[in-house]
């Protein structure tokens, strides 16, 4: 349709109606945002006149108290209901721009007349609060929108579901208040509009994909039945961009009783979370909790430990060699697994009988309660408890042991020292408990021993708190000496059911060592938490109601069955590709995703790749095992070229050429992607002589437009304008995980790819039929290559 058309004159008429009306709004909003603000400013101001401030006697300073909090309420409800409307103005600012995305004309099923429906990312309702102008994209009738095409279509509402016919279908580009693209469309969410949002240049910070959510995104979004849904999606499918519309689409759904606070996603690095930190926002929601699960480890175990980070493991897995090597490779692949689990499960019940290592108790450099007094204390505990709750018994009696201590050491020299050691604070507090309780008398010398006592108590109350602290967390455990009894001890020596490694001695050594270390490897990070919280107890989550883990492949079992147990009440939404599975343990272990998941869960595959060009996933298909599901979307570009040298210097030439090609072309994002950090470094050192170039080591946690050298693993989850493939030679690329290391790397690229190879390419590249990319053989330097 064209701007003179009739019918795009009426839209944009309807366009002006409906946005005078979100300025009626805004300025009606901002007048009470105003007079909020103002009093918010005031009740500050004012706060202590406010208050009814009287110390003098207990009963004024109870009425201080509750005035105080009174007024503290006061001010911090007004700042929220603030903080709420100047949401609700973005929102409506939002919509002055962009009112709408889409339209449906639905006739119900026994109703006279046709309701035209128009969508977008919130609902406007008309200036008499009658009708809306705009339908919120998560109403249940917007679901229409995105499941159907114009014909025979329902939905679910409340308590019943709505059946009848879609007769007209559109879709609109609005931006500054006008049309500036509109299509009626036969397919679910048509094509137009899709190319032109994918053609255009990557970004820094993910886009909200709202207006083109496709009908098997829009499954996954508004899944509210399984309590673990599974979404396998190849690279590029919109795994991600539907996990955050499915956050907000909760939030919208369960607004009574959900908020952010509620919602937990695991993702793959820092970088990461910056990279998606404006999709909720843009859509008027607030961000959900975002974590990586090493900051999570690092969070329990990071005060006793340095915990390895699992880039760190694989750079170790990618530039390793030798014995040590290969006994490590062994353990990483053991120790994802569920066999490990039980074998952690069966060492614990043997605890339960006999060898947790527990610590003495000290005091003041004494040794007051001994490791074996506490063990005798443990088992003879009734033996049908489990650990965690004799842990707990254990614990009180040695508070109950501390208490009696407490007493009989007030009366020592080395107490009345230290009350002369006190500060005039806790002197005078003294004087005042002495006052309030009316235990001065007219005899001095009982008043002089009164506050003596009171004075001893206080010492030694003071000096013992930290000790009780202790108790209470349950410190009296030596969980490391424990956990290292399983690798030392042979009667923990795993049993035949265990199906430990050949050489599991060797593992066990190297365990051992690093756990003297104080190290954490990432593979003895999760096994050593599931084994303390076994030991100590899981203190679930229960305030987390929903948790997505996006890149969940690389999740091992083990590390899933922990998450599972620590947030109990949590449902979860894993999403990943089976294809960019990338950790060492994938080879051993059957990833989160595959098949063959024994629980039970709702399983959703995404096969169309929205990323890339449809000749970059026609290349990258080519040396995945089930490539063939795979499916482009139809969207023109450059064939991938490969440019084979013969020396260093070529290459680096080329490489330049290559990337003076790309800026030239208008690319913004330009992404050298190499298989290791040890590789970024050394491409970093000659180019950054060259050109402007930045490099993302595992520390960095935003990216700006231009040119950077980042690792494969960091760059998951985001996406390039054009990537160069440093080194794609055989020697490179050759192994196993390293194809699905290449696949995530080629991936990245939305519209242009290069691969540069010293010598002969990877094996994975010389698989590919020819037809699918260019291959250039470069012997002396030339300018250009296209
Ligand atoms: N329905 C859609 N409409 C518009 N763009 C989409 C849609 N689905 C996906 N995209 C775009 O495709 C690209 C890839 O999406 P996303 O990063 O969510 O995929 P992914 O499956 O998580 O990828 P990967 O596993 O490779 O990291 C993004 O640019 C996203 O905006």
Known sequence: MDPNDKEWISEQDRVNKVVEEVKNKIVKLSERTAKIKDRVIDIRKNFWEDVTVNLDEPDDIIETQASLKQQAEFLSERERSHGQLSEQLKTLERLEDSPYFGRIDFKEEGEKDTESIYIGISSLMDKNEDDFLIYDWRAPISSLYYDYPPGKAQFEAVDQTIHGEIEVKRQYIIRNAKIKG???????????????????????????????????????????????LVVQGVAGSGKTSAALQRVAYLLYRYREMLTADNIVLFSPNPLFNSYVATVLPELGEENMKQTTFHQYLDSELGKQFTIETPFEQMEFYLNGSGDTYADRVQGIGYKAGLDFKRLLEDFVSQLGEKGIQFRNLTFRGKRIITKIEIENYFYRLDDNLSIPNRMELVSKWLLGRLKEMEQAEQNKDWVLEETELLGKDEYLDIHQQLQDENMFTEDTFDDFLREEYLLRKRVVSKKLKPLKQKVKRLFFVDIKKTYTKLYVEKRFAPKKVHQVPSNWDNICKQTVINLQDKYLTWEDATPFLYFKKLMLGFNANRLIQHLFIDEAQDYSPLQFAFLRKMFPSSRV??????????????????????????????????????????????????????????????????????????????????????????????????????????????????????????????????FQKGLLIIPAYLAKGIEFDAVIIHNASKSHYNKELERNLFYTACTRAMHDLSMFSLGQPSPFIEQISKDKFKHYKVHAIQKSNR
């Open 182 to 228: 509109m299509f009626d469309t036969g397919l679910t969410i048509g094509d137009h509009l899709l190319q032109s949002v994918l053609g255009n240049n990557a970004n820094t910070q993910m886009k909200s994909i709202v207006a083109t959510i496709q009908r098997e995104q829009n499954q996954i979004i508004r899944n509210e039945k399984s309590d673990l």
């Open 573 to 702: 939404t894993l999403l990943g590709d089976i294809n960019q599975a990338i950790y060492a343990h994938a080879i051993h272990e059957e990833t989160l995703l595959s098949d063959k998941m024994k629980e039970k869960h709702e399983r959703i595959t995404l096969t169309r790749s929205y990323r890339s060009t449809k000749p970059i996933v026609e290349f990258t298909k080519s040396f995945m095992e089930h490539g063939h599901l795979i499916e482009p979307f139809n969207r023109e570009g450059e064939k991938p070229q490969l440019v084979e040298v013969e020396s260093t210097e070529i290459l680096n030439e080329k490489i330049v050429q290559q990337i003076n090609e790309y800026q030239e072309t208008g690319y913004e994002t330009i992404a050298i992607i190499t298989k290791t950090m040890k590789e970024a470094k050394f491409v970093y050192q000659w180019l950054s002589n060259r050109l402007e170039v930045k490099i993302m080591d595992e520390a960095a946690h935003t």
